[in-house]
């Protein structure tokens, strides 16, 4: 009799979530659990240290933990491999210095207030409860940094001075009204709930504005200029967003070949667009073009909500087996600060906040070209993320909390959402040439980032052959030239990119690396299985998995 995922290796798995949960109130809001919205993690070294313990305790626990059934085996792997990558990280100090300009702690503190209900005057009481504690939550984070400070541990300057710039937005310190009084404003209360937002949404501005003071002022002093991590982080981050210990050289030489490969691609599609036309010259015909033309964000929001919901309808039953609480994913416009580009966020676990598509643009941004957006919709939605992560949720039966709602690997996840933009179009639904471009330019976008990436931070040579200062060795000023040159990028994204990929080393090839997997995994799978192969039951099977590190979903697949 198959184990229950709630006994002995899942148990563990469980606790773990519960307790890291509890120490850190932004992931619980995250997953969902009830009673923790009113507070926010304790972001001081203390804090820091505790959340540590929690996973190096789980991960001896896990080691020694006998797996009961395959299933059991499987979770242990998964979790083995994740929670021990987390230890190596707190153990190396990393996330006591954390600051980047994507995912560190101003700006998880920033958007939980992004998935906070706010449908009743209770719930508007808890975000001002909240609130209140943001001052308390940044002043420990300073600690944090200047501890890490004293180690010899601090984030690059770019990485400080443009967390500084997002900080100052928020708190409505470049002009108009910080991001915390125009979310208060829309509360539909009076009299004292009304007095206790306006107040906590002042009081969390200024502690924004003071940690913009505090990074220019006492941090970027300490800041190393040298924007490149060297390979022994890079490794370790590298293993944290892949799930798997890669040839580095090999990764980086594929990426120059998949990048051409597509380079190629895009010259063709671009001259059936406009005869004659370079790759620039067909986007910017295309960008004329009204039948791709949106015009203002609230447009933008209801054409995304169009096509997700589309694409849901048309993929159910014909390619994916969809739930109907998965049919549901809400499309929105993300507030304006934080880096430009789409993300997603998953449902909670009682499918009581649904999978939440955002779409960061500038705030003074009005027209844009769904051409460049349409794959983006797929990544973002169904087939993509959304269908990926909502699926695993669903898996109460067979996998445990931990692997349902916490083994996110970007490689896996991110590697997913790339290879479902390819089945769209294997689909027929990029036959429109203008569509198909932005797919294949959102694809050498991905493949530029191996390159980038890996040679920003290693400082490769580049190599003869490529088009582009051969024989030079990597900087951020020529990783900044070769995406604005070499892709039809919007540039306003492509310098975000630049600052993104210097702080958070190891992320940006994932996607490529990820889809590539995904291809060999099905090519390998289709060769063993011959006639018998179905691959809507191959893409059933390995979304039922759940999520794991690339190495370990590669032994899984070959399972299949």
């Not at 800041?223 to 090999?250: I, K, M, N």
């Not at 449902?347 to 649904?354: C, G, N």
């Not at 490529?466 to 492509?494: K, N, Q």
Request: hydrophobic share 45%; proline share 5%.
């Amino acid at each position: 009799m198959a184990s229950s995922p709630h006994d002995g290796v899942h148990e563990i798995c469980d606790r773990y979530v519960d307790d890291i949960a509890a120490a850190d109130p932004i992931l619980a809001t995250v997953l969902g659990v009830p009673g923790s919205g009113g507070d926010l993690p304790d972001l001081s070294p203390d804090g820091v240290a505790r959340r540590g313990e929690i996973a190096r305790a789980a991960a001896a626990a896990i080691a020694v933990a006998e797996p009961s059934d395959v299933g059991a085996a499987n979770a242990k792997a998964v979790f083995a491999e994740r929670v021990g990558l987390q230890v190596e990280l707190y153990d190396a100090g990393e996330r006591l210095a954390e600051l980047n300009v994507i995912t560190s702690p101003p700006q998880d503190v920033r958007q939980v207030f992004d998935l906070m209900p706010t449908d009743t005057a209770d719930d508007w009481a808890v975000v001002a409860r909240r609130l209140t504690k943001v001052p308390a939550a940044l002043t420990g984070y300073r600690a944090s940094l200047l501890e890490a400070a004293g180690r010899g541990h601090v984030a690059a300057l770019r990485q400080v001075t443009k967390v500084a710039e997002q900080c100052r937005t928020w708190a409505g310190a470049k002009g108009g009204s910080s991001f915390f009084a125009d979310m208060v404003a829309k509360a539909d209360v009076d009299g004292g709930l009304r007095a206790d937002l306006d107040s906590a949404a002042a009081t969390a501005a200024t502690a924004y504005a003071e940690l913009a003071e505090f990074l220019t002022a006492e941090l970027a002093p300490k800041a190393p200029t040298e924007d490149a991590v060297g390979e022994e982080r890079y490794r370790l981050w590298s293993r944290e967003f892949t799930g798997a210990r890669l040839d580095l050289v090999e990764a980086y030489e594929w990426g120059w070949a998949e990048f051409a490969r597509l380079e190629a691609e895009m010259k063709e599609v671009a001259n059936r667009i406009s005869p004659g036309a370079t790759i620039a010259e067909a986007a910017a015909a295309l960008d004329a073009d009204p039948r791709y033309q949106v015009r203002g964000q609230k447009a933008l929001e209801e054409w995304m909500q169009r096509l997700s919901d589309q694409a849901l309808t048309d993929l159910r039953g014909v390619h994916f087996e969809i739930p109907d609480p998965v049919m549901r994913l809400e499309c929105r416009i993300a507030p304006p600060g934080g880096s430009v580009g789409a993300y997603y966020t998953g449902p909670t676990d009682d499918w009581s906040r649904p999978g939440r598509m955002w779409w960061s643009v500038p705030a003074d941004r009005e027209d844009f070209s769904t051409w460049r957006e349409v794959t983006t919709v797929y990544h973002e939605g169904a087939p993509g993320h959304h269908l990926q992560i909502a699926t695993a949720v669903l898996q109460a039966a067979s996998l445990n909390r931990f692997q349902r709602l916490l083994a996110w690997v970007p490689a896996y996840g991110e590697g997913w959402a790339l290879y479902a933009e390819r089945l769209m179009r294997e689909f027929g639904y990029l036959s429109d040439d203008g569509d198909l471009l932005g797919m294949l330019d959102a694809h050498i976008f991905r493949a530029a980032r191996v390159i980038v990436d890996i040679g920003m931070h290693l400082k490769l040579e580049i190599p003869r052959g490529a088009g582009f200062h051969e024989g030079e060795r990597w900087t951020p000023d020529l990783g900044l030239e070769f995406m604005l040159t070499r892709t039809i990028t919007d540039p306003t994204h492509v310098h975000d990119e630049i600052d993104r990929y210097l702080g958070w080393p190891g992320q940006a090839p994932t996607y490529k690396l990820g889809e590539r997997l995904w291809l060999q995994a099905r090519d390998e799978v289709k060769s063993r299985r011959g006639a018998d192969f179905d691959l809507k039951t191959f893409h059933q099977n390995a979304l039922e998995m759940g999520a794991m590190g690339l190495d370990t979903l590669r032994e899984r697949l070959a399972a299949l």
